[in-house]
């Protein structure tokens, strides 16, 4: 289902974000910008052999091509993110105990975040996509602050089991990156810069 935001600015070509996702929709927003979000509802498996980066980049285009029929003449936005231990890809948890074990698993570790980001001109058919990395260096954890912040906030549908725009951040040494947008699913800094190819002025 479509749903349109608030305009605060007017801008040359309508705006779609393809996903449903609340954390991605409460970033674009934070950009002042008029636009919709549908629902891609693609398959996101990965296939044999798809190291993360092009797991995720392909993901955000098949997000992006996937509501563009519906949308003539915008810029369709398609995000996907996967989170890696190690070389192994971390899914959504989905339940209290995964979430636990993969806190467990992660902590006094470094763990690196994948978000594929593409834009689809749906005038001409052209995309840009790309892979933003991002890094988060964990505290030694025991099991107790990690039940704690599990039941706290209840992570269940967050890659990697945490939410770093809340209590998620108490999880942390440190984080790397160029832009920690990307660790919540929206690099915006990387999205403003292809929104300015388009015409799309931020501010």
Known sequence: MM????????NPVGIVLASTSPFRKELLQRLGL?????????DESSQPGETPDILVSR??????????????????????????NEGRILGKPGSRENAIT?????????????TGLTL???RDGSHQTLCE???VHFRALN???????????????????FKSEGLGISLFNRLEGDD??????????????????HGVMVP
């Open 102 to 114: 993969q806190l467990t698993e992660a902590a006094g570790k470094k763990i690196t975040f994948f």
């Open 120 to 122: 689809l001109d749906t």
């Open 34 to 42: 008029s636009f919709a979000t549908d629902s891609p509802e693609i």
């Open 143 to 161: 099991r107790e602050q990690i039940e704690r912040y599990v039941d706290a906030e209840t992570p269940f549908n967050c890659a990697g089991s």
């Open 133 to 135: 990395p991002f890094h």
């Open 3 to 10: 749903q349109q935001q608030n305009a605060l600015t007017d």
């Open 59 to 84: 993901l955000s285009l098949e997000k992006a091509q996937a509501v563009a029929t519906r949308h003539p003449n915008c810029l369709v936005i398609g995000s996907d993110q996967v989170a890696c």
């Open 180 to 197: 920690p947008n990307a660790l919540i699913g929206l690099p915006l800094i990387r999205l403003i810069a292809l929104l300015e190819k």
